[in-house]
């Protein structure tokens, strides 16, 4: 059995445990999903204060209609669907647009078996993918999120933006070359200093 398997069994038990009124599952959910929750909001939204409360009305949204899941989708999409529509909701209360932001946390944990060398050098590159990803658009920024860090097959995230699953597998494709150019301007002007 592979960990994504069980890793979604898991949850789907956590689920089950919200909907018969178990605070502890509530819990375990909201640890597993708040700061992803946030970081996807972010693609999204203006502000972190507002991306806080969005998660929170997330949450609290999960909570209460946890008994409403389908099980036709992965309850990390569901949960992101719930997070979408409340950030759009807030965008449309308050009159911002959206904007283009960094999808946060490109850089990863050193590793242990690395050269100072290689630290550094991993470290510039995370700072260029950062920066290369916050000059995307937000249909890019958000397209990448879910499929790279939240990894969700294309077919639902077709359904949590209510799109074509061709017109994901589009965006995924000119996200990527985007990125991909942005990246080698960087990089060729970070050479030029």
């Given at each position: 059995?592979?960990?994504?398997?069980?890793?979604?069994?898991?949850?789907?038990?956590?689920?089950?445990?919200?909907?018969?009124?178990?605070?502890?599952?509530?819990?375990?959910?909201?640890?597993?999903?708040?700061?992803?929750?946030?970081q996807y909001v972010r693609?999204?939204?203006?502000?972190?204060?507002?991306?806080?409360?969005?998660?929170?009305?997330?949450?609290?949204?999960?909570?209460?209609?946890?008994?409403?899941?389908?099980?036709?989708?992965?309850?990390?999409?569901?949960?992101?669907?719930?997070?979408?529509?409340?950030?759009?909701?807030?965008?449309?209360?308050?009159?911002?647009?959206?904007?283009?932001?960094?999808?946060?946390?490109?850089?990863?944990?050193p590793h242990t078996d690395?050269?100072?060398?290689?630290?550094?050098?991993?470290?510039?590159?995370?700072?260029?993918?950062?920066?290369?990803?916050?000059?995307?658009?937000?249909?890019?920024?958000?397209?990448?999120?879910?499929?790279?860090?939240?990894?969700?097959?294309?077919?639902?995230?077709?359904?949590?933006?209510?799109?074509?699953?061709?017109?994901?597998?589009?965006?995924?494709?000119?996200?990527?070359?985007?990125?991909?150019?942005?990246?080698?301007?960087?990089?060729?002007?970070?050479?030029?200093?």
């Amino acid at each position: 059995m592979n960990t994504t398997h069980r890793h979604n069994v898991s949850e789907s038990a956590l689920l089950a445990g919200v909907v018969a009124g178990q605070q502890p599952a509530f819990e375990q959910l909201y640890a597993r999903y708040a700061q992803r929750v946030f970081q996807y909001v972010r693609t999204l939204v203006v502000d972190a204060a507002s991306a806080e409360e969005i998660v929170g009305d997330t949450m609290m949204a999960v909570w209460r209609g946890a008994g409403t899941f389908t099980h036709t989708s992965r309850v990390s999409t569901w949960i992101f669907g719930i997070a979408r529509h409340k950030a759009l909701d807030a965008l449309r209360r308050t009159g911002r647009h959206q904007r283009d932001i960094d999808l946060d946390g490109a850089v990863d944990l050193p590793h242990t078996d690395e050269s100072p060398i290689e630290c550094i050098h991993r470290q510039q590159m995370a700072s260029l993918t950062q920066r290369a990803l916050t000059s995307l658009s937000r249909e890019h920024q958000e397209i990448l999120r879910l499929v790279f860090y939240e990894e969700l097959p294309y077919d639902e995230i077709a359904g949590l933006l209510s799109i074509p699953e061709n017109t994901v597998k589009t965006r995924v494709y000119y996200a990527k070359q985007h990125l991909k150019q942005q990246l080698e301007r960087l990089g060729h002007k970070e050479s030029v200093r």
